[in-house]
């Protein structure tokens, strides 16, 4: 499985990005299909989640109402909309796939497959 982030950038405090996540090589239904976050000298942290035989999605309390996960099954893409950013969403955006049991879904470690980073920054 390969998975392709894109979409970060440099923004001011207030403005929106949406992140994509191409995934290739197995079924995109497979797998739950998470994002997370690494700020500089933090840990990763667990953002959303689409597990693979749901269609309501998962967040972390940070960013719900926020941050919104969706995916497209025809494009096999999973997006992060994410809205009034702040300066302390300055992070290396990262989308994972892997097989963990709802209770575990938020650490990065049940995920198997990553992709490379996507870089945001919010400036004020």
């Known amino acids: 499985v390969q998975l392709q982030a894109s979409g970060g950038g440099s923004v001011q405090a207030g403005d929106s990005l949406r992140l994509s996540c191409q995934v290739s090589?197995?079924?995109?239904?497979?797998?739950?299909l998470a994002w997370f976050r690494q700020a500089p000298g933090e840990e990763r942290e667990f953002l959303a989640a689409?597990?693979?035989?749901?269609?309501?999605?998962h967040y972390a309390d940070s960013v719900k109402g926020r941050f919104t996960i969706s995916r497209d099954n025809a494009k096999n893409t999973v997006y992060l909309q994410m809205i009034n950013l702040r300066p302390e969403d300055t992070a290396d955006y990262s989308c994972?796939?892997?097989?963990?049991?709802?209770?575990?879904?938020?650490?990065?470690?049940?995920?198997?497959?990553w992709g490379q980073g996507t870089q945001v920054t919010v400036s004020s």
């Open positions: 090589g197995r079924s995109f239904r497979a797998y739950t």
């Open positions: 689409f597990r693979p035989t749901s269609s309501n999605p």
């Open positions: 994972a796939a892997g097989t963990p049991i709802l209770s575990t879904m938020r650490f990065p470690y049940q995920y198997t497959y």
